[in-house]
């Protein structure tokens, strides 16, 4: 694991390196969201997991925009937080079958992964808001902000279930 050592002068350097982490980020996500899909057996956690997979890939595309508002050259900064987290996944999801239990599992890693770029997206909001930046830019990053917040809803009501469906984690205590 190597550690990012930079010196930054300005809210600019920072905005700048944090769009770049969460380019990679999102760039991860895209790769290792397939897997979760595919280990998924519950239809409205895989359904979900696909329909965030196509919106995690307009994220990108939305960060390409931002750099390209910009006049920078798209550029990633490796995202060592987003790497941990897809790690823990791997190591928790190993070996698992197919139950609901897994799907619980999935479900509790999907949502660190949300939480983390809720943070980002937050952040980056704000900076740009701070920095004057463009209003389509805060528009951009708002975007993605929401779906992330949506995103993060809709995991809860699969794991917790509502009136007229059991969630997940009922499903799990029993260990079907």
Same mark, same amino acid.
């Given at each position: 694991?190597?550690?990012? !050592?930079?010196?930054?002068? !300005? %809210?600019?350097? +920072?905005?700048?390196?944090? =769009?770049?982490?969460?380019?990679?980020?999102? /760039?991860?996500?895209? $790769?290792?969201?397939?897997?979760?899909?595919? %280990?998924?057996?519950?239809?409205?956690?895989?359904?979900?997991?696909? @329909?965030?997979?196509? $919106?995690?890939?307009?994220?990108?595309?939305? %960060?390409?925009?931002?750099?390209? +508002?910009?006049?920078? +050259?798209? $550029? $990633?900064?490796?995202?060592? #937080?987003?790497? #941990?987290? %897809?790690?823990?996944?791997?190591?928790? =999801?190993?070996?698992?079958?197919?139950?609901?239990? =897994?799907?619980?599992?999935?479900?509790?890693?999907?949502?660190?992964?949300?939480?983390?770029?809720?943070?980002?997206?937050?952040?980056?909001?704000?900076?740009?808001?701070? +920095?004057?930046?463009?209003?389509?830019?805060?528009?951009?990053?708002?975007?993605?902000?929401?779906?992330?917040?949506?995103?993060?809803?809709?995991?809860?009501?699969?794991?917790?279930?509502?009136?007229? !469906? @059991?969630?997940? /984690?009922?499903?799990?205590?029993?260990?079907?």
């Amino acid at each position: 694991m190597t550690t990012k !050592t930079k010196k930054m002068k !300005t %809210l600019n350097d +920072l905005f700048l390196d944090q =769009l770049k982490d969460m380019y990679s980020a999102e /760039n991860q996500i895209v $790769e290792s969201l397939p897997k979760l899909i595919s %280990l998924a057996s519950f239809k409205d956690l895989k359904d979900g997991l696909s @329909n965030h997979l196509k $919106e995690t890939k307009y994220q990108v595309k939305r %960060l390409e925009k931002i750099f390209s +508002l910009l006049n920078i +050259l798209v $550029e $990633e900064e490796f995202c060592e #937080g987003i790497e #941990g987290i %897809l790690k823990e996944a791997d190591q928790i =999801l190993e070996g698992q079958k197919k139950s609901a239990t =897994l799907d619980a599992a999935i479900i509790s890693c999907a949502q660190k992964v949300e939480h983390y770029e809720i943070a980002s997206y937050g952040t980056l909001r704000s900076f740009a808001t701070y +920095l004057d930046l463009d209003d389509e830019i805060v528009d951009l990053l708002q975007e993605s902000l929401d779906e992330e917040g949506s995103a993060d809803k809709a995991l809860t009501k699969i794991a917790e279930g509502s009136m007229f !469906t @059991n969630g997940i /984690n009922k499903e799990a205590v029993s260990g079907k």
